[in-house]
């Protein structure tokens, strides 16, 4: 059964994978969907991460795809209790750009509750800052779906540093609910903005961190070793600013430690990741039984000081 771990300042209890759900409705249909969604219930997993904009891109319009499907799937199952659901409000969509104003936000929770046919919400992120709503309607939107019971917490994804400073002080000024989780864009190729812009406030704030795009964007997986291989997916053409010395450099040291273990590179990656502090779970979706294996992996495997040493010289 997969370790799980509580989240500081909640009552929410996590297992260390949080399964991406940007691919239900775009890569997997509805019944490859429920098939992955049951494999990682059944190996002892508990938490989804989806967006109410997932996946507009392959659809055109405002997406709701992935929270329709894991809807269907929670009403299915007759689970809704054992998991642990993230969402996300404020992203752009083909029809909409970034918004994180009060009536936004009042709208679209109700919009994606009906989706996931439930009547709340565990983790609920500010998805896409825009910038210009004052933090403190926005807190004051969360606060008031958060009374309404709509949402358990909230947490915050593509915010500044700044305003996520601000918004703190906001809450606390006006006895708001406050962030309790970041997710970052954070991988063994993404590094520098994390750890100088955004560490020290997730250690100030106590946040727990669910980083995402873990793999960057299946690079750290090996696949992608050349120009040629990123015809590969449909995803290949977002790793080409990784093939260069530094790619290269990290590609080498995963694929010596993967070896070392007898596992992955992608293993070894998200390894990484969860030895680092204040990491909940990394983010990583999966349209396979073979790279949802992958990913429990990780949770088993545990990296010694040499392989960390290793990784953080070839990553720097």
Do not use: C
Request: no cysteine; net charge negative; glycine share 6%.
């Amino acid at each position: 059964m997969a370790t799980k771990i509580k989240l500081d300042n909640t009552d929410l209890e996590v297992a260390r994978i949080n399964l991406g759900g940007n691919v239900f409705g775009w890569t997997l249909d509805e019944e490859k969907s429920f098939e992955i969604l049951d494999a990682f219930v059944d190996a002892g997993f508990n938490f989804i991460d989806t967006a109410d904009i997932y996946s507009h891109w392959a659809h055109g319009g405002t997406g709701g795809q992935s929270e329709n499907i894991i809807g269907k799937w929670l009403k299915a199952r007759n689970n809704r209790d054992k998991i642990v659901i993230a969402t996300k409000v404020g992203g752009a969509s083909g029809t909409h750009g970034a918004d994180t104003t009060k009536q936004h936000i009042l709208k679209t929770v109700d919009e994606s509750l009906q989706r996931l046919q439930t009547d709340y919400i565990d983790l609920y992120y500010t998805h896409f800052d825009d910038e210009k709503t004052p933090v403190e309607e926005t807190l004051s939107a969360y606060d008031e779906i958060v009374k309404a019971g709509k949402v358990r917490y909230i947490a915050a994804s593509n915010v500044s540093p700044k305003r996520l400073v601000e918004s703190f002080e906001a809450s606390e000024k006006n006895n708001f609910v406050k962030y309790v989780a970041l997710q970052p864009h954070y991988n063994l190729l993404e590094r520098t903005n994390y750890e100088t812009e955004y560490l020290p406030l997730v250690e100030k704030y106590g946040l727990t961190v669910f980083p995402y795009w873990s793999l960057a964007a299946g690079f750290l997986s090996g696949k992608y070793r050349s120009e040629a291989d990123l015809r590969k997916s449909v995803r290949g053409g977002g790793v080409a600013k990784y093939l260069n010395e530094k790619g290269f450099a990290v590609l080498n040291a995963l694929d010596k430690i993967s070896a070392k273990h007898n596992t992955t590179q992608a293993t070894v990656a998200l390894a990484w990741l969860l030895a680092q502090p204040r990491i909940g779970a990394p983010i990583a979706s999966a349209t396979s039984q073979s790279q949802l294996a992958t990913l429990f992996a990780a949770t088993e495997l545990n990296l010694d000081a040499e392989d960390l040493t290793l990784l953080n010289e070839a990553s720097k």
